[in-house]
C-alpha cells in the first residue's frame, strides 16, 4: 500500500492566506441559485441493442454558490450543485456490462465488465459538489466533493450538445457510449485540491482522495454492473493546462495533460487489482468562429490485462447565431474485449438567454466478442436555465 504525503486543507489554507495579495475594501456577499433543466429527446431511432432504447431521457440541477472578497484580498467561494437525473437503466453512473460472465471483473477506470448487462433505477438524485474554496496569491485550495484537476483541466473538442455529446457522456440514450476521455478517475467524491495561478499561460494542480466511494450520476468508481467491484484508496492526480492567444494572427491554442494513480483491491479471494495509473492528453484551438478540438485517454484499468484507451476529435463554428459541430471517437477495453466507435453532427440556436435548442443525428457502434451493437437515429437536446436568486449584500 503507497501513502502520499499531502497538506491538510487548513495547512493549504496557511499557505494562502500569506499571500502577496494587496489589501482593499472587503467586497459584499455574492449568493446566487440557478436552475436548469435538460430534456434528450430520441424520436426517430434503429437500434440493434440487447437493451431498449429511451425516448426521453432528462436531468434537473440546482446549482448555488456564495463568494465574498476579504480585505486581504483573499477570495472566498462554496459551491453545492444538487442534481436529479433519468438515465438508461442499464448503465447507471456510466458502468455496464458487455458479457455473460456473471464474476466478470471491472475496470477501476472504465466501470465497464465482462458481466451482464443489468437493470437499475432510471431515476436518481444526489448532491454531486459540495466543496469549499479560497483564491490567494498563491492559487487556490478546494475541499469537498468535487472533481480532481485531471477532469477540470481537461482540453478537447466542442460539442452542440452539452449532455448527449459523444465523449463522456451526460445521457446515454442507447447506453453504447463508451468514449471518455474526461479523466475522472474519482468522480465527486470528498478530496483536497490545489491549483496555482496561471504563470506565463500554464497552471498546474494536484488532487489528492483519500476513498474514491461516490455513488455520483455519471461516474460511481465503487460500483460494478455484476461481479467484482474496485475500491480505489490514495488516488493522488496532477494536471497541467497551457493556454496562449497568439494576437496578431487571432489563434487561441489551449492543452491539458493529466496523470493519476491510485491503489485498487476487491473482495475477490485472489487479487485481481494492484493499482490503477492513467493518461491524458488534449488540445483545443481556436480561431475566428473555429473551433478543433482532439484528446487521448489511456488506463491501465487496475488490471494486468485490461487496459482501456479512447480518443476523440471534432470541429465546431458558428454561423448566422447558429452553432454547427461534429465529432469522432473511438474506444477499446481489453478487460472486456470490447471496440467501440461514435459519432454526432448537430446544429443548435439559443433562443432566448435561458432557452437553447440543439438537434443532431447520432451513431454508436460496440463490438465485443459476444455481439455486435449498433444504435443510430435524431437526438433532440432542450435546454432551460434561469437565474433565480442573486442577492449581494453584507
Excluded at 350 to 377: K, W
Aim: aromatic share 6%; glycine share 10%.
Amino acid at each position: 500500500m503507497r501513502s502520499f504525503c499531502v497538506l491538510t486543507a487548513c495547512q493549504s489554507m496557511g499557505l494562502l492566506l500569506a499571500s502577496p495579495a494587496l489589501a482593499q475594501a472587503a467586497a459584499p456577499l455574492e449568493t446566487e441559485l440557478e436552475v436548469e433543466a435538460v430534456t434528450l429527446i430520441t424520436p426517430v431511432s434503429d437500434t440493434d441493442a440487447t437493451s431498449d432504447s429511451e425516448t426521453i431521457l432528462g436531468e434537473i440541477s440546482l446549482d448555488g454558490q456564495a463568494e465574498k472578497v476579504l480585505e486581504s484580498g483573499l477570495r472566498l467561494r462554496a459551491r453545492g450543485v444538487l442534481r436529479v437525473q433519468r438515465d438508461i437503466p442499464s448503465r447507471p453512473g456510466g458502468i455496464g456490462g458487455f458479457g455473460d460472465e456473471p464474476m466478470g471483473a471491472t475496470g477501476a477506470f472504465s466501470g465497464l465488465s465482462a458481466s451482464p448487462a443489468i437493470e437499475s433505477s432510471d431515476l436518481r438524485a444526489r448532491l454531486e459538489t459540495a466543496y469549499l474554496q479560497i483564491d490567494g496569491g498563491y492559487g487556490e485550495v478546494r475541499v469537498g466533493k468535487d472533481s480532481g484537476v485531471a477532469n477540470r483541466f481537461h482540453e478537447g473538442s466542442k460539442s452542440v450538445l452539452s449532455h448527449g455529446r459523444l465523449d463522456s457522456a451526460l445521457l446515454d440514450p442507447t447506453g453504447l457510449s463508451t468514449v471518455q476521455t474526461r479523466h475522472n478517475l474519482t468522480g465527486p467524491s470528498a478530496k483536497i485540491s490545489y491549483a496555482s495561478p496561471r504563470l506565463i499561460g500554464i497552471r498546474a494542480g494536484a488532487s489528492f482522495t483519500p476513498t474514491a466511494d461516490a455513488d455520483g450520476l455519471d461516474r460511481r468508481p465503487a460500483a460494478s454492473a455484476g461481479g467484482f467491484a474496485p475500491e480505489v484508496e490514495n488516488a493522488l492526480e496532477l494536471a497541467l493546462n497551457a493556454s496562449r492567444r497568439f494576437r496578431e494572427s487571432g489563434w487561441r491554442v489551449d492543452a491539458g495533460l493529466a496523470w493519476s494513480s491510485a491503489d485498487v483491491s476487491s473482495n475477490a479471494l485472489t487479487p485481481l487489482y494492484g493499482s490503477v495509473e492513467t493518461w491524458s492528453a488534449g488540445t483545443r484551438i481556436e480561431k475566428d468562429d473555429w473551433t478543433f478540438g482532439t484528446s487521448w485517454l489511456s488506463s491501465d484499468n487496475g488490471l494486468s490485462d485490461g487496459d482501456y484507451s479512447a480518443w476523440s476529435a471534432g470541429v465546431h463554428t458558428d454561423l448566422y447565431s447558429t452553432e454547427f459541430s461534429a465529432e469522432y471517437g473511438e474506444s477499446t477495453d481489453d478487460n472486456v474485449g470490447l471496440e467501440s466507435q461514435g459519432w454526432r453532427i448537430g446544429a443548435a440556436r439559443r433562443f432566448l438567454p435561458e432557452t437553447r435548442l440543439a438537434v443532431a443525428y447520432m451513431n454508436d457502434e460496440v463490438e465485443s466478442p459476444l455481439l455486435q451493437q449498433r444504435s443510430q437515429g435524431i437526438v433532440v437536446e432542450i435546454t432551460l436555465s434561469q437565474k433565480i436568486v442573486q442577492l449581494t449584500g453584507n
